[in-house]
């Protein structure tokens, strides 16, 4: 099972996080701390995996990683997930958010942290693996994403132009910042099918 | 109605949405918990509202605030609420929110009223999406109650149409399971019913909640194991894999004979990873992986296993020249604690490592020599039934190497008497023949050492020895053992002789086996440079003419020959003869012990010999394992290693601190990073002997300057290489790189091998018979100074595709004093440019190429290039391997053809310093690459 699932920057800000186990509000901060802590402090050429902290789980528990660019992303599962099959999952995850971002960004996990969740949902439920084939997960993101917009429709298009005009009044528009240094590259790595 | 709706959400249109609210936020770097509170009293405010779009909205930003880790399950009724409506975009970022941090039994129960119709209802949408998202959100705040009135709902998604909702119901009945276990029983069959779907995703569902399952209570799947076990087999999904393996792990203590069943399956997966074990060793790690697997060949079952692991130790260790080992003590020791393993079928490998590096390793000698001292005293051990024992070889390996270094034995007495053992009589002919013959050198040793004492009687006793002990050799009905035994007996027989005449013979005896045995390196005899005057192509005697031949054609005595066709000239011999005579030369290379092999890990050295393969292996329980005493384990070493490490390591420390306090330290390295491969210096100076080369084979330069300093041979700047990467027209599949190494230290370099770890595209292509990851010989050596080129043959499977490989080069350094080996690291990088070939193509049949249509289309454009047209065309030529079929103006068309025959054409045109080029090929990723490439070469200038 998984436990948890976290993505944080580098100064440990959380950009998602997403807990299949019921903690208090605190407790959640505080695992987000630890996570931070125990993952930020190691070496970038040292094991993905390590002994999960105090707080989540125990000894039961592991934390496997990836770090890409600014980001972290962080798995907390108990030991019936294999260490290099969440790896590849979160490979998958990171794959897949780029494909829907096109190039993703910090930024765009910051303003679009809804469609993460979504697409999150997508390949985990509950805990559980649901889907770890990209364009599986991607056909159903799509097909939702239309639906939406379906349904926004005449009743939506008021907030949409407002939200328009909003963005053109503010001078930073996420997608423009400063993509190039601080996007997320994806390596190629040969995923699960 | 719409009119309302559209009224309503202009009324709330000025609301912070998601992403106001993260600005917001983000704009508040200062007082961010003040401005939130704010936003929170907005929430508030909007969820008192009654349309449900502005409650969704807040909803959203909760979820972002619950991630912040701000409390909101003040809101959970609400929540619920918004997850009732209908509308898709709402209910989904209910879904989100983590409704289990609503703790309070007042909130389950309003979940349990409100939800459950809600729920029940969107579970029979007629749309997947609705009825997925409500799973989703059933996962988060599953409760017994709803668990309970939700299961038979459930239970019947698990059959829906749609396989995305037959996965989730699937997922989702772990959950219920948990909450209501009654339900097990009943949605079991169902559950087994998924691990078949045709789905893969509902397969890996499945098998994902059955592992879950499993993890608690293992036996009562059992019977689950079968149909697994078909999965394993027939699932090309990693993830179903993985779960199923560890679902395995908890059955096999429960079912016996099915880790039989997974034997096979599962030493595929492992054989894989062995594979990888090969590629990560290093210095620093060797010992640690070596003892890990030394683990695992104690605990495993199965010789077929065993052996796999014993000679994926050896190829470990032996790969590139012995370069990862720094103690050979601890290699030794490795090697002895490996020959207690009984039944294997590699006892020969064991025996030419331990004979290569004694042979090899000057330094170890000593060492090895008294380990196998020991070897041979306690031979009996290994020799326990000699029928079904393949590791007795090994005593070949350690009688040789007692009778060639005996001077090094502490008493050769002992040994010689281990050696003359009546139960050597049972070992296979060609170990007794070594036993008798090494016997011999060492009571060479013995002599001297007795007639140097005064003692004369005990050097006549050693000699009666002898006689009384090789009549049974001389009986034996091995021809060899036979005729070296009676050989030998009666020198001994003359020997004895003499000394009752109290004549020294020691002296003269030893004079026998006089001389140093060097290794001779592989290619030494062509390194011999051709004699002035001799043209080894010319006919000694003129050639019998054809017709002549066929006349005097010698009849057959006993069976009628096949008539020939021509007679092949001398000239060419053909191309099978020669190969029939390299096997025989490499068979005789590979019976002589004295002749050093390309590679450690390819030998078969015995493999012509009856016996010791087709002994049909049995297996024994053996409960205690054999310990042979005196001998040192593999593991202390692996201590006293740490331990050296660590005081090398504080030493290197405390003389960096010293030479900072003496002024700023003028040392190479100056900070002490993390402990670096170079850092690990070996246990003892281990000169690996270098290979013998014939005299005034090439310019060799032994007046070296200031060997002084140790250091300085490490301080390698060959970083200076050269390679150029090109097709090879001929063969679609070859490419040939050369090489230049230019040697640029002050020292000679010799024995140069050139090694790739191949991936799965490209291959080095390695002499036939070699191991994949064995080096290919450089055939030069370097003086300093000096370049040459050599080339390198890769066999590459797709173009499309640019590739990187890895390699090493590793040589040996000579210095006046001492050679010392070293290695250096390097990337080929396979563009595909490197694959195109320069073709002309004619204009007309260029055009032809282009209307057939069946090229893909590609276009680039390079801003801000200052050349000449014409020197730009020469660049796309010269670094790309195109031609020009024709040019107007500042307009060119251009052509190159792949080694697999791909058609690339290009149209290249030029205007204010601006370069388009549209591009046409029938691989399209072929094209994308070759136009990335040619990019990157305009963005250098």
Same mark, same amino acid.
């Given at each position: 099972?998984?436990?948890?699932?976290?993505?944080?920057?580098?100064?440990?800000?959380?950009?998602?996080?997403?807990?299949?186990?019921?903690?208090?509000?605190?407790?959640?901060?505080?695992?987000?701390?630890?996570?931070?802590?125990?993952?930020?402090?190691?070496?970038?050429?040292?094991?993905?995996?390590?002994?999960?902290?105090?707080?989540?789980?125990?000894?039961?528990?592991?934390?496997?990683?990836?770090?890409?660019?600014?980001?972290?992303?962080?798995?907390?599962?108990?030991?019936?997930?294999?260490?290099?099959?969440?790896?590849?999952?979160?490979?998958?995850?990171?794959?897949?958010?780029?494909?829907?971002?096109?190039?993703?960004?910090?930024?765009?996990?910051?303003?679009?942290?809804?469609?993460?969740?979504?697409?999150?949902?997508?390949?985990?439920?509950?805990?559980?693996?649901?889907?770890?084939?990209?364009?599986?997960?991607?056909?159903?993101?799509?097909?939702?994403?239309?639906?939406?917009?379906?349904?926004?429709?005449?009743?939506?298009?008021?907030?949409?132009?407002?939200?328009?005009?909003?963005?053109?009044?503010?001078?930073?528009?996420?997608?423009?910042?400063?993509?190039?240094?601080?996007?997320?590259?994806?390596?190629?790595?040969?995923?699960?099918? | 109605?719409?009119?309302?709706?559209?009224?309503?959400?202009?009324?709330?249109?000025?609301?912070?949405?998601?992403?106001?609210?993260?600005?917001?936020?983000?704009?508040?770097?200062?007082?961010?918990?003040?401005?939130?509170?704010?936003?929170?009293?907005?929430?508030?405010?909007?969820?008192?509202?009654?349309?449900?779009?502005?409650?969704?909205?807040?909803?959203?930003?909760?979820?972002?605030?619950?991630?912040?880790?701000?409390?909101?399950?003040?809101?959970?009724?609400?929540?619920?609420?918004?997850?009732?409506?209908?509308?898709?975009?709402?209910?989904?970022?209910?879904?989100?929110?983590?409704?289990?941090?609503?703790?309070?039994?007042?909130?389950?129960?309003?979940?349990?009223?409100?939800?459950?119709?809600?729920?029940?209802?969107?579970?029979?949408?007629?749309?997947?999406?609705?009825?997925?998202?409500?799973?989703?959100?059933?996962?988060?705040?599953?409760?017994?109650?709803?668990?309970?009135?939700?299961?038979?709902?459930?239970?019947?998604?698990?059959?829906?149409?749609?396989?995305?909702?037959?996965?989730?119901?699937?997922?989702?009945?772990?959950?219920?399971?948990?909450?209501?276990?009654?339900?097990?029983?009943?949605?079991?069959?169902?559950?087994?019913? +998924?691990?078949?779907?045709?789905?893969?995703?509902?397969?890996?569902?499945?098998?994902?909640?059955?592992?879950?399952?499993?993890?608690?209570?293992?036996?009562?799947?059992?019977?689950?194991?079968?149909?697994?076990?078909?999965?394993?087999?027939?699932?090309?999904?990693?993830?179903?894999?993985?779960?199923?393996?560890?679902?395995?792990?908890?059955?096999?203590?429960?079912?016996?004979?099915?880790?039989?069943?997974?034997?096979?399956?599962?030493?595929?997966?492992?054989?894989?990873?062995?594979?990888?074990?090969?590629?990560?060793?290093?210095?620093?790690?060797?010992?640690?992986?070596?003892?890990?697997?030394?683990?695992?060949?104690?605990?495993?079952?199965?010789?077929?296993?065993?052996?796999?692991?014993?000679?994926?130790?050896?190829?470990?260790?032996?790969?590139?020249?012995?370069?990862?080992?720094?103690?050979?003590?601890?290699?030794?020791?490795?090697?002895?604690?490996?020959?207690?393993?009984?039944?294997?079928?590699?006892?020969?490998?064991?025996?030419?490592?331990?004979?290569?590096?004694?042979?090899?390793?000057?330094?170890?000698?000593?060492?090895?020599?008294?380990?196998?001292?020991?070897?041979?005293?306690?031979?009996?051990?290994?020799?326990?039934?000699?029928?079904?024992?393949?590791?007795?070889?090994?005593?070949?390996?350690?009688?040789?190497?007692?009778?060639?270094?005996? !001077?090094?034995?502490?008493?050769?007495?002992?040994?010689?008497?281990?050696?003359?053992?009546?139960?050597?009589?049972?070992?296979?002919?060609?170990?007794?023949?070594?036993?008798?013959?090494?016997?011999?050198?060492?009571?060479?040793?013995?002599?001297?050492?007795?007639?140097?004492?005064?003692?004369?009687?005990?050097?006549?006793?050693?000699?009666?020895?002898?006689?009384?002990?090789?009549?049974?050799?001389?009986?034996?009905?091995?021809?060899?053992?036979?005729?070296?035994?009676?050989?030998?007996?009666?020198?001994?027989?003359?020997?004895?002789?003499?000394?009752?005449?109290?004549?020294?013979?020691?002296?003269?005896?030893?004079?026998?086996?006089?001389?140093?045995?060097?290794?001779?390196?592989?290619?030494?005899?062509?390194?011999?440079?051709?004699?002035?005057?001799?043209?080894?192509?010319?006919?000694?005697?003129?050639?019998?003419?054809?017709?002549?031949?066929?006349?005097?054609?010698?009849?057959?005595?006993?069976?009628?020959?096949?008539?020939?066709?021509?007679?092949?000239?001398?000239?060419?011999?053909?191309?099978?003869?020669?190969?029939?005579?390299?096997?025989?030369?490499?068979?005789?290379?590979?019976?002589?012990?004295?002749?050093?092999?390309?590679?450690?890990?390819?030998?078969?050295?015995?493999?012509?010999?009856?016996?010791?393969?087709?002994?049909?292996?049995?297996?024994?329980?053996?409960?205690?394992?054999?310990?042979?005493?005196?001998?040192?384990?593999?593991?202390?070493?692996?201590?006293?290693?740490?331990?050296?490490?660590?005081?090398?390591?504080? !030493?290197?420390?405390?003389?960096?601190?010293?030479?900072?306090?003496?002024?700023?330290?003028?040392?190479?390295?100056?900070?002490?990073?993390?402990?670096?491969?170079?850092?690990?210096?070996?246990?003892?100076?281990?000169?690996?002997?270098?290979?013998?080369?014939?005299?005034?084979?090439?310019?060799?330069?032994?007046?070296?300057?200031?060997?002084?300093?140790?250091?300085?041979?490490?301080?390698?700047?060959?970083?200076?290489?050269?390679?150029?990467?090109?097709?090879?027209?001929?063969?679609?599949?070859?490419?040939?790189?050369?090489?230049?190494?230019?040697?640029?230290?002050?020292?000679?370099?010799?024995?140069?091998?050139?090694?790739?770890?191949?991936?799965?595209?490209?291959?080095?292509?390695?002499?036939?018979?070699?191991?994949?990851?064995?080096?290919?010989?450089?055939?030069?050596?370097?003086?300093?100074?000096?370049?040459?080129?050599?080339?390198?043959?890769?066999?590459?499977?797709?173009?499309?595709?640019?590739?990187?490989?890895?390699?090493?080069?590793?040589?040996?350094?000579?210095? !006046?004093?001492?050679?010392?080996?070293? +290695?250096?690291?390097?990337?080929?990088?396979?563009?595909?440019?490197?694959?195109?070939?320069?073709?002309?193509?004619?204009?007309?049949?260029?055009? +032809?190429?282009?209307?057939?249509?069946?090229?893909?289309?590609?276009?680039?454009?390079? !801003?801000?290039?200052?050349?000449?047209?014409?020197?730009?065309?020469?660049?796309?030529?010269?670094?790309?391997?195109?031609?020009?079929?024709?040019?107007?103006?500042?307009?060119?068309?251009?052509?190159?053809?792949?080694?697999?025959?791909?058609?690339?054409?290009?149209?290249?045109?030029?205007?204010?310093?601006?370069?388009?080029?549209?591009?046409?090929?029938?691989?399209?990723?072929?094209?994308?690459?070759?136009?990335?490439?040619?990019?990157?070469?305009?963005?250098?200038?």
């Amino acid at each position: 099972m998984i436990k948890a699932i976290l993505i944080f920057n580098n100064h440990g800000k959380p950009r998602l996080s997403k807990f299949y186990e019921h903690y208090s509000e605190d407790t959640e901060q505080q695992i987000i701390r630890e996570t931070f802590h125990l993952v930020s402090k190691r070496d970038e050429n040292v094991c993905n995996f390590l002994e999960g902290g105090m707080l989540i789980g125990g000894s039961d528990n592991k934390l496997i990683y990836r770090h890409y660019a600014t980001l972290y992303f962080v798995f907390c599962v108990d030991s019936s997930e294999s260490e290099l099959g969440i790896l590849d999952l979160i490979q998958v995850f990171v794959e897949t958010l780029d494909k829907c971002f096109e190039n993703v960004c910090e930024l765009d996990l910051i303003f679009h942290v809804d469609k993460v969740h979504h697409i999150l949902s997508e390949m985990v439920m509950g805990g559980m693996v649901l889907e770890t084939n990209m364009n599986e997960i991607i056909t159903h993101v799509d097909a939702q994403n239309k639906m939406e917009k379906s349904e926004a429709g005449i009743a939506g298009a008021p907030a949409r132009a407002v939200s328009a005009v909003k963005n053109m009044n503010l001078p930073e528009i996420p997608k423009n910042i400063n993509i190039g240094d601080i996007s997320i590259k994806v390596p190629n790595l040969p995923s699960f099918k | 109605m719409a009119l309302k709706i559209v009224k309503g959400s202009i009324d709330r249109m000025f609301d912070k949405n998601l992403q106001d609210l993260v600005r917001g936020i983000r704009n508040h770097k200062e007082d961010e918990a003040k401005y939130i509170s704010t936003c929170i009293d907005e929430i508030k405010q909007e969820l008192k509202q009654d349309n449900i779009a502005v409650k969704a909205n807040a909803v959203c930003k909760l979820t972002y605030l619950q991630m912040l880790g701000y409390d909101v399950s003040w809101a959970a009724f609400n929540i619920v609420e918004v997850m009732s409506s209908s509308k898709f975009t709402y209910k989904v970022s209910c879904s989100q929110l983590q409704l289990q941090s609503v703790d309070a039994v007042l909130i389950t129960t309003i979940i349990n009223s409100v939800s459950l119709p809600l729920v029940t209802q969107d579970l029979s949408s007629p749309n997947q999406y609705d009825t997925g998202v409500a799973l989703t959100g059933l996962s988060c705040f599953v409760t017994p109650d709803l668990a309970r009135d939700l299961a038979s709902d459930i239970m019947t998604l698990m059959s829906h149409t749609k396989p995305y909702i037959r996965k989730k119901a699937v997922l989702i009945m772990y959950k219920v399971f948990l909450k209501y276990p009654e339900s097990l029983r009943p949605a079991f069959p169902r559950l087994k019913e +998924k691990l078949e779907d045709p789905d893969p995703g509902v397969q890996s569902a499945a098998v994902n909640v059955i592992c879950e399952l499993a993890r608690r209570n293992p036996k009562n799947y059992l019977s689950l194991a079968p149909l697994f076990f078909k999965l394993m087999t027939s699932s090309t999904n990693n993830w179903v894999l993985i779960k199923i393996i560890k679902l395995f792990g908890a059955l096999t203590p429960l079912e016996p004979r099915l880790g039989k069943k997974l034997i096979e399956p599962l030493t595929n997966l492992i054989h894989r990873a062995l594979d990888l074990l090969y590629g990560m060793v290093s210095k620093k790690n060797l010992m640690e992986i070596v003892k890990k697997l030394m683990l695992h060949v104690d605990k495993a079952e199965g010789t077929t296993y065993r052996d796999e692991l014993l000679t994926k130790i050896i190829d470990i260790c032996s790969q590139s020249n012995y370069q990862y080992i720094t103690n050979f003590e601890w290699y030794i020791s490795i090697l002895v604690e490996l020959t207690r393993l009984e039944g294997t079928r590699h006892g020969h490998l064991i025996a030419s490592q331990m004979l290569d590096v004694a042979i090899r390793v000057k330094a170890i000698r000593v060492f090895a020599v008294a380990q196998m001292a020991t070897l041979l005293d306690n031979g009996h051990l290994l020799t326990g039934n000699m029928q079904r024992n393949g590791i007795c070889e090994v005593l070949y390996a350690a009688a040789w190497i007692c009778g060639e270094f005996s !001077e090094h034995l502490e008493d050769p007495m002992q040994t010689l008497e281990a050696m003359l053992r009546p139960k050597v009589a049972t070992l296979p002919g060609h170990i007794q023949a070594v036993y008798v013959q090494n016997a011999a050198k060492l009571f060479a040793t013995v002599l001297r050492k007795q007639e140097g004492t005064t003692d004369s009687l005990a050097a006549q006793e050693t000699s009666q020895l002898l006689i009384d002990r090789l009549p049974l050799f001389v009986q034996s009905a091995n021809l060899e053992v036979q005729e070296r035994a009676s050989c030998i007996l009666q020198l001994v027989k003359y020997i004895q002789k003499l000394q009752q005449k109290e004549v020294e013979v020691a002296e003269e005896v030893t004079a026998l086996f006089a001389g140093e045995l060097n290794p001779v390196a592989p290619k030494a005899q062509k390194k011999v440079p051709v004699p002035d005057g001799l043209d080894l192509d010319a006919w000694i005697n003129e050639p019998p003419s054809e017709s002549e031949s066929e006349d005097e054609k010698p009849k057959a005595i006993f069976t009628k020959e096949e008539p020939k066709h021509t007679r092949p000239r001398h000239t060419e011999v053909d191309e099978k003869e020669l190969a029939r005579r390299r096997e025989a030369r490499k068979q005789e290379q590979a019976n002589n012990p004295f002749y050093i092999k390309t590679s450690p890990s390819s030998q078969k050295v015995y493999q012509d010999q009856p016996g010791v393969e087709h002994i049909p292996v049995v297996q024994i329980d053996l409960s205690v394992p054999l310990k042979v005493p005196g001998m040192p384990m593999s593991d202390q070493y692996l201590k006293l290693e740490e331990e050296r490490r660590q005081k090398e390591r504080s !030493e290197r420390k405390k003389k960096e601190k010293k030479k900072k306090r003496e002024k700023h330290g003028r040392g190479r390295r100056a900070d002490s990073g993390p402990e670096s491969e170079e850092d690990i210096t070996p246990a003892h100076h281990v000169d690996i002997v270098t290979e013998e080369m014939p005299e005034n084979a090439l310019p060799s330069d032994d007046d070296d300057k200031d060997p002084n300093d140790p250091h300085k041979a490490l301080d390698i700047d060959l970083d200076k290489y050269v390679y150029d990467v090109q097709g090879n027209l001929q063969d679609g599949s070859q490419v040939v790189v050369s090489v230049i190494f230019e040697n640029k230290t002050d020292h000679f370099l010799k024995s140069m091998e050139f090694n790739v770890l191949d991936s799965l595209n490209s291959k080095l292509q390695r002499p036939e018979g070699s191991s994949p990851h064995d080096g290919l010989a450089v055939p030069f050596q370097l003086p300093p100074g000096v370049s040459n080129e050599a080339r390198f043959v890769f066999s590459v499977q797709s173009i499309v595709m640019p590739q990187k490989l890895k390699g090493t080069l590793t040589f040996i350094v000579k210095t !006046e004093d001492a050679s010392t080996h070293e +290695k250096l690291d390097f990337k080929l990088h396979f563009t595909c440019t490197s694959y195109l070939i320069t073709t002309p193509c004619y204009s007309d049949a260029y055009a +032809k190429l282009l209307e057939s249509g069946e090229l893909k289309s590609s276009s680039l454009k390079l !801003e801000g290039v200052i050349m000449p047209f014409h020197h730009l065309l020469a660049r796309i030529c010269f670094h790309h391997h195109f031609s020009v079929v024709e040019r107007i103006d500042s307009c060119a068309s251009m052509y190159s053809r792949s080694i697999q025959g791909h058609h690339v054409c290009l149209l290249v045109k030029t205007s204010n310093q601006t370069v388009s080029i549209d591009a046409k090929c029938d691989e399209p990723s072929l094209l994308g690459n070759v136009l990335d490439e040619i990019k990157h070469t305009f963005s250098q200038c």
